[in-house]
């Protein structure tokens, strides 16, 4: 495997191997597959561009060519920012099909984060979008080729600055190379990292996730299994392509797995995403919890046909049962949790799944050979139902990030358990999630889980997004601040939610001692809460006041 990249040990490898988890194709060979099942059938919806899987394998071939005559390399690694949309996935298939490695920056890095991903994986290439939203990026890619001379090639899908490339040429099958082309590249190794994710976190850079063609082939299949795509499929992507959610949990690659269709959405807008549903037939969706709080207070289903919608989809942060009761009842579809991480393991709700299941847990693995243990603070497993740390291993998550020793030892125990750093409850093999561990407030000792508020509060009849983060308190050191995105014209006061939080007949160390009623909240790229940003913010005020 890559230098710097820890290894599945060599007896577990061939047990998968031998069991068929494994199934020894790459990704490109996965989607080339599908296309030779069923090459006329349409495989991405960008706008008016219909492209068929025919025509996304020749594509990625041509493109995997260019990539080539510019000197890019199998393993080499590839930064790739772009937007969702057709060049992303060309692009994306194309480095799968050379075995070079696509480092999955998005949209809305800048500086910082680019020149970490760059420095951290060696990129000899870097693929961006031209101008968005009034940001240039081939300006920011000029200044990464002057700080990192291995950064050999900018490549721009739009108009390229000076000395970068125009993607545009690169896809044109007639400026290919000519005779063999594509035929003449060498099959990349199945057993070999495929693209390189971002660890999710808000505190410190991202660190890189090396996922192999076998583990991420795998990861597709079973996500696409659990949640019942086939080639009747219609997937509506709205979140970054980049993102493992949005990837392959189930995601784009899902998709391609089972031979379904993805169409790809040009942002979040309400309207856009349901005329979409509407005109495209969609039958599921891949969605976070503020989007879906935002449809089900916009009467979608009185203005919009969903009677192709079977499935909204949830990742990211839990989605509370009230909004999952709601999501069944109003938009007559099933919620499914998609809880997991893209250093591997994914828990999933079934489709039939009993009430209990589907509306309360986060899922079960999508695995058999997935194992998880929930474990206290000595590392010791706690009783089925007590809360304690998930960690897990199995045949695709990984058991090292890429060139990290430090962060390994930290997030590793020493036969392979990754710490998820979730706090979970185990029932058989579902899990229950109930934050990250270190998203607990503590009240002079009383630990308060943030996401048990959360759920409680949402389902006030005065709230529409709510978020629970510390403030800090000379006394007790840290106290409880509801972060509240009201329904509109009907604010909640600080005394009615304290009010309906006591008539759940929970502890009263456990009752926010703050609200903060705000329009919206600060999202990550990927539509998850940043209650850093958050926590900051209030203590910001409190100063303000001392």
């Not at 006394?475 to 009907?490: M, R, T």
Request: hydrophobic fraction near 45%; charge should be negative; aromatic fraction near 6%.
């Amino acid at each position: 495997m890559l230098d710097g990249c820890i290894p599945w040990p060599e007896k577990d490898a061939a047990s998968y191997r031998a069991s068929g988890l494994w199934e020894g194709i790459t990704l490109f060979e996965m989607v080339a597959r599908s296309a030779a099942r069923a090459p006329g059938a349409v495989a991405v919806v960008h706008g008016e561009r219909r492209v068929t899987y025919a025509e996304l394998v020749e594509t990625a071939e041509t493109l995997a060519a260019g990539f080539a005559a510019l000197g890019i390399r199998t393993l080499e690694r590839v930064v790739v920012q772009l937007p969702n949309g057709l060049d992303f996935v060309f692009v994306y298939l194309a480095l799968a099909r050379l075995g070079a490695i696509p480092v999955m920056a998005l949209r809305a890095h800048r500086h910082a984060e680019v020149a970490h991903f760059i420095g951290a994986s060696g990129a000899v290439a870097y693929v961006i979008a031209d101008v968005i939203s009034k940001f240039d990026y081939r300006e920011m890619a000029t200044e990464m080729q002057q700080r990192f001379p291995a950064l050999r090639h900018v490549v721009v899908a739009g108009e390229p600055g000076s000395g970068q490339i125009a993607l545009g040429p690169l896809l044109d099958a007639a400026a290919a190379p000519k005779g063999d082309g594509a035929c003449a590249l060498p099959r990349p190794d199945p057993g070999e990292v495929a693209t390189m994710l971002l660890s999710g976190g808000t505190t410190s850079m991202s660190k890189l996730i090396p996922r192999t063609h076998d583990d991420y082939v795998l990861n597709a299949r079973l996500c696409a299994q659990a949640a019942g795509f086939s080639p009747e499929t219609v997937l509506l992507a709205i979140l970054p392509l980049g993102h493992n959610y949005n990837l392959a949990s189930p995601g784009l690659l899902g998709a391609f797995y089972a031979g379904g269709r993805v169409v790809i959405a040009s942002g979040t807008d309400t309207e856009h995403v349901f005329s979409l549903v509407e005109r495209e037939r969609v039958t599921v969706i891949a969605a976070v919890v503020p989007l879906i709080s935002n449809w089900l207070h916009a009467d979608v289903a009185k203005r919009f046909d969903l009677s192709s919608l079977e499935v909204i989809q949830n990742g990211g942060a839990r989605l509370p049962p009230e909004l999952r009761a709601r999501l069944r009842t109003e938009l007559r579809c099933i919620p499914q949790e998609v809880y997991g991480t893209a250093e591997g393991l994914i828990n999933m709700t079934r489709r039939d799944d009993a009430d209990e299941e589907l509306l309360e847990s986060s899922g079960a693995p999508v695995c058999e050979l997935d194992e998880i243990r929930v474990v206290d603070d000595d590392d010791r497993d706690v009783a089925d139902g007590e809360a304690g740390e998930l960690v897990t291993r199995g045949p695709y998550t990984i058991r090292g990030y890429y060139q990290a020793p430090v962060k390994n030892a930290e997030a590793f125990m020493a036969d392979g358990w990754y710490r998820m750093g979730d706090i979970v409850r185990r029932r058989g093999r579902y899990v229950y999630a109930e934050g990250r561990r270190k998203d607990l407030i503590n009240r002079g000792g009383e630990k308060i889980n943030c996401d048990e508020i959360e759920s409680l509060l949402i389902a006030h009849p005065k709230v529409r997004l709510v978020a629970l983060v510390a403030m800090p308190d000379p006394v007790f050191g840290e106290k409880a601040c509801a972060c509240v995105v009201p329904q509109p014209g009907d604010a909640p006061t600080l005394d009615e939610l304290v009010a309906f939080l006591r008539a759940q007949r929970i502890a009263s160390f456990k009752l926010p001692e703050r609200l903060e009623l705000m329009t919206e909240f600060p999202l990550s790229p990927v539509g998850k809460i940043l209650k850093r940003q958050l926590r900051e913010s209030i203590e910001a005020r409190l100063a303000a006041t001392r």
